[in-house]
């Protein structure tokens, strides 16, 4: 989970400069990364999710 949070670290980080480097969130560049964060939160929490059902499944 480390790595996987460090992935989504640095590519947030990347979509704030390549908002700050063409000044706007609408650039084609900056929403292909932002989808690419997007993508990747979704699979993190997804994966949060089953670890913890699988923590807490009760039987029956």
């Known amino acids: 989970m480390d790595k996987e949070y460090g992935r989504l670290e640095r590519m947030r980080g990347e979509l704030i400069e390549a908002a700050a480097r ?13 989808q690419s964060l997007d993508l990747l939160i979704v699979k993190a929490q997804a994966e949060k999710l089953r670890r913890w059902k699988s923590t807490n499944a009760t039987g029956g």
Do not use: G, R, W, Y
């Open 22 to 34: 063409k000044k706007t969130f609408l650039h084609h560049d900056v929403l292909l990364l932002s």
